[in-house]
């Protein structure tokens, strides 16, 4: 079974890369934009971007599943997914396996997660045999939200976020890619094992890196106005979707909870304090 793998460069991408690699039952193909930042693995490295139809085309041919690790945040996201998703359906993929965003929807309140909505779309459209995961936000990023002075600001107020593990989403991505017929059809929303407040995240996070963090609650605008102020070149798109991720967790988007990684995996969801200090 030949398995491509997009995103190998990155943190998930690279997880599951990594997993898959010394599995004789697999044959591996990293797809990058770089040759030269691929992982060093006896595997075959083809080029190309999503937004490139005939490279990605000729770099997908002969792959039975796709890993397809979500494009990098940019005004013509949806454009580049699209392109992409129709190369594998042109090159004769037979299955997708697509990181997708918790609830995502045509109207989310994380504007990114309509991004993930219309790619969703764009697989369907297709015929492709498909598994989603909905990733909540990453909770090993969380704490990296906060500024130099170790604050979260946001307008979050008491809301909720399930996050989940880098680490727990690639193991899912291991799971289906090894059994793809399993799952096919399948959605999974892919959640750590309980909701917490940020003053919780803030908490509990600063506990387990030795640090000292704390969350201040901001309004929509105090949040529009703070983040123009510290990145007057930010486009709009930028700033709805960093405050939407304030405002999502405030409206209890992101709160369910969900057995998901534990149903495909065997095993529990990690805490946060397991997904910032595991390996």
Request: aromatic share 4%.
């Given at each position: 079974m030949t398995i491509a793998i997009t995103g190998s460069t990155g943190?998930?991408?690279?997880?599951?890369?990594?997993?898959?690699?010394?599995d004789l039952r697999t044959d591996l193909r990293l797809v990058v934009r770089d040759a030269a930042r691929a992982p060093d693995y006896d595997t075959d490295v083809r080029v190309c971007t999503y937004a490139d139809r005939d490279a990605s085309v000729e770099a997908l041919r002969g792959v039975d599943t796709l890993f397809m690790v979500s494009a990098a945040e940019a005004p013509d996201r949806r454009e580049q997914h699209r392109t992409f998703i129709r190369a594998a359906a042109e090159a004769g993929v037979g299955h997708v396996v697509y990181t997708s965003f918790a609830?995502?929807?045509a109207d989310a309140t994380f504007t990114l997660g309509r991004d993930h909505f219309d790619a969703e779309a764009a697989i369907r459209e297709t015929g492709l045999a498909a598994t989603i995961l909905r990733d909540n936000f990453y909770s090993d990023l969380l704490p990296y939200f906060a500024d130099a002075t170790g604050t979260i600001r946001g307008p979050a107020g008491r809301g909720r976020v399930a996050a989940v593990a880098r680490a727990d989403v690639a193991a899912v991505a291991e799971a289906v890619l090894r059994d793809p017929a399993g799952h096919a059809g399948a959605v999974y929303a892919l959640?750590?094992?309980?909701?917490?407040?940020l003053e919780e995240v803030a908490g509990r996070a600063g506990a387990a890196l030795g640090r000292e963090l704390r969350f201040v609650d901001?309004?929509?605008?105090?949040?529009?106005?703070?983040?123009?102020?510290?990145?007057?070149?930010?486009?709009?798109w930028q700033l709805d979707a960093w405050v939407s991720t304030y405002t999502a967790i405030a409206d209890g988007s992101v709160a369910e909870v969900t057995g998901d990684v534990e149903r495909v995996t065997g095993r529990p969801a990690r805490p946060i304090e397991a997904a910032l200090t595991d390996g």
């Open positions: 943190a998930v991408g690279g997880l599951v890369a990594r997993s898959l690699a010394d609830g995502a929807a959640t750590g094992p309980e909701a917490l407040t901001e309004t929509v605008e105090e949040a529009y106005a703070s983040r123009r102020a510290s990145y007057p070149e930010a486009e709009d």
